[in-house]
C-alpha cells in the first residue's frame, strides 16, 4: 500500500475521482497552474486540463457563487477556499444558496459540491489564516462539515463527499498537511459521513477531538501514562455528528472531555456536551467540560503559542475531570 500524508491522500483522491467522475470541476486561487498555496492541487490541470482544473479571481463570493451555478447545471465542483479565514465573503452564498436549494426547489435540485479549506492554527500565519470556523457552518441546516485527521480518513471521507448528492464542507487542518505519514489503500474506499471513530478504548474518561487536535490528545495520553485510561474518540464529521457513538461511550466512563481549537463561546463543545447532558446524564460522575481556543481572535505568530491547546493543558484538564 502507498505511504501517505494527508495531502498527498487529498490529492491523489481528487485525482482518482476526477479520473473516474468527469463532472468533477476543481478551481479556486491559484488552483489551477500553481496547484494551491499548499499544492493540494497540483498536477490535476496538467493532467485533466484548464476546463476542469483552473485559477479563479480574488473573490470567494464568486468562487461559490459560480459553483452554485455549475452544480445546478450538472457539474460537481470543488471549489476551493485558500484560507478558512478568507470564506466569510462568501458566507451569503453558502447559507443562501448551497445549503437551501434542495428545499428550496421542493427536491428538484440538489447541489452537489465539496468545499474545500485549509483551517486552523498552528503554523504561525498572517491574520485571517488561522481560523476555526466550523461551528458556523454546523449551525446551518442542509450543510454536511467534516475535519479528517488521518491520510486513511482524508482519503475515505473526500471520497465518500465527492460522491454525495448534496453539499458538504471539507476542512483539512492544515497543521498536520505533510505531519505524518500513513499507509492507506490505493483503491477506492469510503469512510462514511456522520461516523466517529473510537481512535483508542477506555474506561476512565471519553476524549472527543478532530482535525489536528487527535494528534495533541494522543500525546497527552501518553504524558498521562497508565494514571488514566482515556477512551479516544475523533469526531471526523462535525454535522451530522455521531451522538450514539459519544453517548454509548461516557455510559461507559462517567466522563466527559472535549478538545476543540475553535473558540469557547457557542462552540461545538457546547453542543456535545448538551447532547451528553440531555441523553447520559444519569451515568455522569463529573461535569462534561470543554477545552478550547480563547474567545479572542487567532494572535498573530509572536503570540499563537498562547492560544494553541497543547499536550500539556489537555493532560491537566483530562486529571481535572477524573479527580473531580
Do not use: C
Amino acid at each position: 500500500m502507498p505511504v501517505e500524508t494527508i495531502l498527498s491522500a487529498i490529492t491523489n483522491t481528487l485525482d482518482e475521482q476526477m479520473a473516474k467522475d468527469d463532472t468533477i470541476v476543481v478551481f479556486g486561487e491559484d488552483v489551477g497552474f500553481e496547484g494551491g498555496v499548499f499544492r493540494a492541487t497540483k498536477g490535476l490541470q496538467q493532467k485533466y486540463g484548464k476546463e476542469r482544473s483552473f485559477d479563479s479571481p480574488l473573490a470567494e463570493s464568486a468562487i461559490i457563487g459560480s459553483a452554485v451555478g455549475m452544480a445546478v447545471n450538472g457539474l460537481k465542483p470543488v471549489p476551493e477556499i485558500q484560507f478558512q479565514g478568507f470564506v466569510l465573503p462568501a458566507f451569503n452564498q453558502i447559507v443562501a444558496h448551497v445549503a437551501r436549494y434542495r428545499t428550496r426547489t421542493k427536491g428538484t435540485y440538489s447541489l452537489p459540491m465539496v468545499i474545500r479549506m485549509p483551517y486552523g492554527g498552528g503554523i504561525r500565519a498572517l491574520e485571517h489564516h488561522s481560523e476555526s470556523l466550523e461551528s458556523l457552518f454546523a449551525h446551518i441546516p442542509g450543510l454536511k462539515v467534516v475535519i479528517p485527521s488521518t491520510p486513511y480518513d482524508a482519503k475515505g471521507l473526500l471520497t465518500s463527499a465527492l460522491q454525495d448528492p448534496d453539499p458538504v464542507l471539507f476542512f483539512e487542518p492544515k497543521r498536520i498537511y505533510r505531519a505524518f505519514k500513513q499507509e492507506i489503500p490505493d483503491k477506492e474506499f469510503k469512510v462514511p459521513l456522520g461516523k466517529a471513530k473510537v481512535v483508542k478504548k477506555g474506561t476512565d474518561i471519553t476524549v472527543v477531538a478532530w482535525g489536528a487536535l487527535v494528534r495533541e490528545v494522543e500525546k497527552a495520553i501518553k504524558l498521562l501514562g497508565d494514571d488514566i485510561n482515556v477512551e479516544l474518540i475523533d469526531l471526523r464529521t462535525i454535522q451530522p455528528y455521531d451522538k450514539d457513538t459519544l453517548v454509548e461511550s461516557v455510559k461507559k466512563t462517567g466522563r466527559f472531555l472535549v478538545v476543540h481549537e475553535a473558540y469557547k463561546s457557542f462552540g461545538p463543545g457546547a453542543e456535545l456536551i448538551s447532547t451528553i447532558n440531555e441523553k447520559a446524564f444519569l451515568y455522569l460522575e463529573a461535569p462534561p467540560t470543554r477545552l478550547s481556543g480563547f474567545d479572542i481572535t487567532v494572535p498573530l505568530p509572536k503570540g499563537e503559542h498562547h492560544f494553541i491547546i497543547t499536550p500539556e493543558r489537555i493532560a491537566h484538564e483530562i486529571k481535572k475531570v477524573v479527580n473531580f
